[in-house]
């Protein structure tokens, strides 16, 4: 009977030990790298055209995101594998090329010549960095 106490106290210590620093881990945004693909793009809103570094993300990526958009909000399921042709932006890209203007959301603007819709503005935050430098995110969709 003491050996079983002594191993279960020191498998108790050690999953005590292991929770807390998951838990740490987690209030970290660090999605699997499958659920995005980092590109770049061809940005244009009729006025301005530049390269822009985003991702085509998944559902799973949204589920790791621990930010709310600071305007708009975020992607739907629907939004996934279909034709949902919505975007985030990063709030640096929201102030340097659409003038913080909150009446954005809801315009279009294409990537790479195909039409988007502005849904979101996400804070500028390392909590929501991935992958690192993008400024703008739309949802993976079924290759055609």
């Known amino acids: 009977m003491k050996r079983t106490w002594k191993y279960a106290a020191t498998f108790s210590l050690l999953c005590a030990l292991t929770f807390a620093g998951c838990h740490s881990e987690s209030e970290k945004f660090n999605p699997p790298e499958s659920s995005y ?3 770049f793009y061809m940005y244009s809103d009729g006025n301005t055209t ?3 570094k985003g991702a085509a993300v998944t559902a799973d990526f949204v589920k790791a995101a621990r930010t709310q958009p600071l305007l708009g909000r975020f992607f739907t399921k629907d939004e996934f594998g279909g034709d ?3 975007a985030i932006i990063k709030k640096t890209f929201w102030a340097n090329h659409l003038g913080s203007n909150p009446s ?3 315009k279009n603007f294409t990537l790479d010549g ?3 819709t ?3 503005v996400m804070p500028d935050s390392d909590s ?3 992958p690192e430098g993008a400024q703008i995110w739309i ?3 079924k290759p055609s």
Request: proline share 4%.
């Open 37 to 39: 693909k980092a590109a």
């Open 50 to 52: 530049l390269r822009v």
């Open 84 to 86: 949902g042709r919505v």
């Open 104 to 106: 954005v959301i809801g």
């Open 114 to 116: 195909i039409q988007y």
């Open 118 to 120: 502005l849904i979101g």
């Open 128 to 130: 929501f960095n991935i």
């Open 139 to 141: 949802p993976e969709q």
